[in-house]
């Protein structure tokens, strides 16, 4: 995991804000809200999936993490990176890069439960080239204002290029679009129709200054648009916005010119052929475990130790998950192999599909029992 060139605010006291999907929020520097090892029992039950432990400094975000005030922000805007840390100091962090070979590893010093799905992920190793861009601003303002969203939705968008093949071409420039609020996309199809996006990023209603056909973000309730709400989405007629400005609507057949490039170039490492004898000898091990167990079951009775017979069943949906979980690991290193050396994989494509439809159902099950024995073991 590495970290950039940290700039430092010197800001001790500021608020940290962190760009999410569709909202901003506000988060402490550090968060030592966590429970230990050892929990109340009365919310044991509620606890059951993985958890933290300790304190936590490095916190996701997608867009741009600040340190404002009412009259000042400190921003790193980024495009495709999802991990920062602020200290003490005022310091911004950001992770460039973080690498795993496994994932959701048991035993670790700072998280306990069950994380998820034990996978051997080669291509997570991080063993390709990359391309950052970030970008760092200082401005009057909080990071709620409108001139400090507007300049970050130009750095995270950027151009939107597009071609209308619909309209006469006897034009060399022409504006379409003058509202206070960013374009999120483009679709090139709804119904027939391209439609653009638009968000309302802003902890107020936004009115627009002219109305629009749209709808919500499903293409239902379509009405006159006048304004969009906080946090609001709406997706609008290509052809309306095209054709304002007194202007009647024109045909419109829109086609994307300008596709955003990939940060990160191909990765041609294959898996270790050591790994997955691992995979293999794992799976051997948790059958021969499950089959031992369920030979056990049979021999319990249910009503004489109830919590005995739970945990047993407990066991066996748990191993049930994993053995399905390293098969999946094992197919999906079989399909990389096959993209390596350019094959057809079709045939082990649908194999993956089952597998996955099946170990979903067994995360499903394991869950649910991980519930029915907490109420067995704290009644």
Do not use: C
């Amino acid at each position: 995991m590495g970290k950039q060139n940290r700039p430092a605010t010197e800001d001790t006291t500021g608020q940290v804000f962190a760009k999410m999907p569709y909202d901003i929020l506000q988060r402490p520097r550090e968060d030592v809200n966590y429970f230990g090892r050892e929990i109340p029992a009365n919310i044991q039950p509620l606890l059951l999936a993985a958890r933290e432990l300790g304190s936590v400094k490095d916190f996701p975000f997608q867009g741009f993490v600040a340190i404002g005030r009412a009259d000042r922000t400190r921003a790193i805007l980024a495009r495709g990176l999802r991990e920062y840390e602020v200290d003490s100091a005022g310091t911004i962090a950001v992770t460039l890069r973080r690498a795993v070979q496994w994932l959701a590893k048991s035993d670790l010093n700072t998280r306990v439960g069950d994380a998820g799905p034990y996978m051997y992920t080669p291509g997570a190793r991080d063993q390709r080239r990359a391309r950052f861009e970030l970008s760092f601003m200082d401005l009057a303002g909080s990071p709620q204002s409108e001139t400090f969203l507007k300049w970050f939705y130009w750095f995270e968008y950027g151009y939107i290029g597009f071609e209308n093949r619909g309209y006469d071409g006897t034009q060399d420039s022409k504006l379409i679009w003058t509202e206070r609020l960013p374009w999120s996309g483009i679709q090139t199809v709804a119904q027939g129709k391209p439609i653009i996006r638009v968000y309302n990023p802003m902890n107020e209603v936004v009115p627009l200054a002219q109305p629009h056909t749209g709808s919500d973000p499903f293409g239902e309730n379509e009405d006159k648009i006048t304004e969009l709400g906080p946090k609001q989405v709406a997706q609008l007629a290509f052809g309306d916005v095209y054709g304002n400005h007194g202007e009647a609507s024109p045909a419109v057949d829109v086609e994307l010119t300008i596709w955003p490039p990939w940060p990160t170039g191909n990765d041609t490492h294959p898996p270790q052929t050591e790994r997955l004898e691992e995979l293999r000898e794992k799976i051997k091990l948790s059958e021969t475990e499950q089959a031992e167990t369920r030979d056990a079951l049979v021999r319990l009775d249910p009503k004489g130790d109830p919590l005995a017979y739970h945990r047993m069943r407990h066991k066996v949906v748990r191993l049930d998950r994993e053995i399905l979980e390293l098969e999946l690991s094992l197919l999906l290193n079989h399909l990389k192999f096959h993209a390596l050396a350019e094959k057809d994989p079709e045939r082990l494509q649908d194999k993956i599909r089952d597998f996955g439809r099946r170990t979903n159902l067994a995360r499903r099950n394991r869950r649910t029992y991980d519930y029915i024995l907490s109420l067995f073991e704290n009644p």
